[in-house]
């Protein structure tokens, strides 16, 4: 998989995805991740990729003709928008976009971006949830990390993404799970845990969803 990100701020990935996981599928090749400062774009001696709202309003809005050109440079692939006007993100979605060969991921910013980057320039416009983030690298970042741990080979054990909360096919939470020690202040590990019987305890899993 090859996700392209266009952000202001693409050095904000580095430690993140030089860590754990993520940088494991990269050094891999499972995943390629190029980030694009948008500002390359600007085609202005201050770099300046925002202007005032038309009608009036707080903030600045990135301008569709700057991410235009970058959209235009960046080259084909599925193009999405991060934004709190998008679709709520679920598991199902990024098992779909999961299989998709190249994503463009535009991270927004200030109070957002010109309506018509949505409406003509993107195949979808994404949220993460129902509040509001400063930096739009942020929801990028969480969308990656859940894509990247469906490709095959990223997980040390295949097994693990498909029985994890949400996963399909019956999209339950996931059971409670347990460690040592046995008792800790007086609370026990459930005894069917310890009975050593595959088919109890995947009975007891099974209930606790």
Known sequence: MKIEVISLFPK????????????????????????????????????????????????MLIRVDVVAKALKDVGAGYKILLSARGKRLTQKRVEELARIERLILICGHYEGVD??????????????????????ELAAMILIDALCRLQKGVLGNEASSKSESFSAPRRLREYPQYTRPEIFEGQRVPPVLLSGNPKKIQEWQEGHR
């Open 12 to 59: 904000m990935f580095e430690s993140p995805f030089n860590e754990g996981m993520v940088a494991r599928a990269k050094k891999k090749k499972i995943i390629e991740i190029k980030f694009h400062n948008l500002r390359k774009w600007a085609g202005n001696k201050y770099q300046a990729v925002d202007d005032k709202p038309f009608g009036g309003g707080p903030g």
């Open 115 to 136: 309506q018509r980057v949505a409406d003509c320039l993107v195949d979808e416009e994404i949220s993460i949830g129902d509040y509001v983030l400063s930096w739009g």
